[in-house]
DNA sequence: TTGTAGGCGTTATCAC
DNA sequence: GTGATAACGCCTACAA
């Protein structure tokens, strides 16, 4: 009991039977006289026997286990995606291991290497895409992964989740403009990074459609540090005129709007916000703030599921290329009276 | 390269050596020839080569993976503190598998039994502490554990780490009482969680300090559940009167203000609030909340520090009861004017 | 109904 | 310096 783990020898020793009784008769195979059946297993109870699938999972090839690789799970954006795949995971028997990545390459390269040395079944990962190289070696390696939340554009085949970014950038900066403002901050997520390619060109062609052009001057790029968002937002009230701001996250919607208050700005009044992610729809904050929903829940459920089929089919060559929806979700960061 | 996964023994074959030789030169170990050595490093990162550590594992008894279980990981408190445990766990050269209990019994046994059937080599958790049976199990299996953010006060000496619930709750309390509040109602978690309890204890004891005492009705016990605050605090405002509000953690705060807020009440002029985390310090929200700051970065990396003292010293037979000083940081949910 | 043999990929030990 | 062998804990296949 205390001490050294129980094994099945340990269990054989004890019952004065073999070591492959005792397996299968914990594994209720038909085989097995019924009494000793309940023997063993009231004796492994006893004994406080938990099997060793690690030992299985040599023989068997396939660990139970899948490795979920996020910039940073103390990201609400990330969080919340994390707990919906493990939530999932769990269902169909999987474990998770989760690594973050920090939006660093090497951070990545380091993480699918451990992961596939841990013999993970498969990968979800949503890549830090300074290159190609990590998701490369994972294609030659062979083994199974889903990219969620980005993809990459070029020719490349590899199977993705995302949301509809352009659209979602699209619905953002229209209700923006719509709402009469005509020159709207973007705090964009980084350039090399696929959903901030794409909600830009959302940005864009909402603007375009409105016979606008797009100021460059007020397309801004903001990484993850905190400190990152209220530096750019209050060099750009200082420098730059704008009444609406497009945040590439929800995070970084919140951080701007703390900073615009702590200078004394009003909003909706003064800067109409609206953010990406809505989080809210997980958990409340006090300021309502208008956001792009992007299903994380579904993404990330449909990103189980097809890497659970390619686990399981390996030798099917399909490509899945999923998109799911955008919607708009409008509160009072953007218009003043609405009862969301 | 592509398909099957190369092993030790493809390589062997390759380079027409023994499998042990391949193995000893890519460990760097000293007895092999430099020639050799460079010849067998180069052809396995050709080849694609990636260790399975679960092989040696099995030899070596340990996997440098450890388990952390918590309530939900979506949750910022947990999401921030599996962050840093993550972080500093990848430094030691662990990597660890996040497994929700959702505040659930059995979610928790299952939670402990997988982690020992995958051959952690210890876990990290935050207990829900419907009984202390799956505590005890680990106990009796041997397996090296850390309670973190909860412990229990019967004779037990399971080793924690915890914040000074007790502190913060008398300091949260305190505060609200030296601004004028009487009436304070205390939005607290699960009776049964140590936490909560001691939490209590402290808004008890700042209340006799002042002179006062307790209105039981003032103390509500809300779940993790998002409706269940709105409710409560909506039928508290309505049939009981109070100014000052605790709640047992920020997301419970912020979804308070948010109802406050739809109800048209003003903070802190007609409720004044506080938390208990003090999430604001990763994470800015417009509204910045006052809040107990419980240093989840110290909590996470103590934890694991003594998960793997524990794990290397196996036989030391040394408690560790931890407890991370909490303090107070007041912003404009209790007072007007302050600059945080 | 139960036991024996072999192997999963790696590593420690010892022999050559 | 390199190779053979056994062992980690379990499971499949086959023998008794």
């Known amino acids: 009991m205390d001490g050294k783990k129980i094994t099945l020898k340990d269990i ?7 070591i492959n009784t005792i397996s299968r008769a914990l594994k209720d195979k038909e085989d097995i006289a019924p009494a000793t059946r309940e023997v063993i297993k009231t004796l492994a109870k006893e ?31 990330f969080g919340i995606m994390v707990k919906d795949i493990e939530q999932a995971a769990r269902k169909h028997n ?16 380091r993480a699918i290497h451990t992961a596939i040395s841990k013999n993970v079944d498969g990968i979800i990962i949503c890549p830090a895409q300074s290159s190609t190289e990590n ?20 020719e490349t085949d ?3 989740v995302i949301c509809d970014d352009e659209k979602g950038g699209y619905l953002a900066t229209k209700h923006l403009l719509d709402n009469g403002h005509e020159r ?28 606008l052009t797009v100021d460059p001057l007020l397309v801004k790029e903001v990484g993850y540090e905190p400190g990152d968002t209220r530096k750019t937002v209050k060099m750009m009230v200082e420098n730059e005129s704008f009444t609406g701001i497009f945040a590439f996250n929800d995070v970084i919607a ?8 702590m200078m004394g700005c ?11 992610d809505n989080i809210h729809s997980r958990m409340f904050v006090p300021f309502p703030l208008s956001s792009i929903s992007s299903s994380k829940g579904e993404m990330a459920r449909r990103a189980l599921d097809i890497l659970l089929r390619k686990i399981s089919e390996p030798n099917e060559k399909k490509s899945y290329r999923e998109v799911v929806d955008t919607t708009l979700i409008w509160r009072v960061s953007t218009i003043g009276n609405n009862e969301n």
Do not use: C
Request: proline share 2%; no cysteine.
């Open 135 to 154: 998701i490369e070696f994972m294609k030659r390696n062979g083994i199974p992964f889903v990219l969620i939340g980005r993809r990459f554009n070029d």
């Open 254 to 261: 919140w951080e701007a709007m703390y900073v615009l208050q």
């Open 47 to 77: 004994m406080g026997y938990v099997g060793n699938s690690v030992a299985g999972s040599l023989r068997s090839g396939h660990t139970r286990t899948i490795a979920v690789i996020v910039s940073d799970v103390a990201n609400p954006h």
């Open 12 to 18: 054989a020793g004890r019952a004065g039977l073999s």
């Open 184 to 211: 709207i901050l973007f705090l964009n997520g980084r350039n090399r990074i696929s959903s901030a390619q794409e909600r830009y060109m959302g940005y864009k062609r909402a603007h375009e459609e409105a016979g």
């Open 158 to 160: 590899y199977d993705y």
């Open 94 to 109: 999987y474990t998770i291991f989760v690594i973050n990545t920090e939006e660093d390459n090497e951070l990545e390269e």
């Open 266 to 276: 009003r909003i909706p009044e003064e800067y109409a916000i609206i953010g990406f």
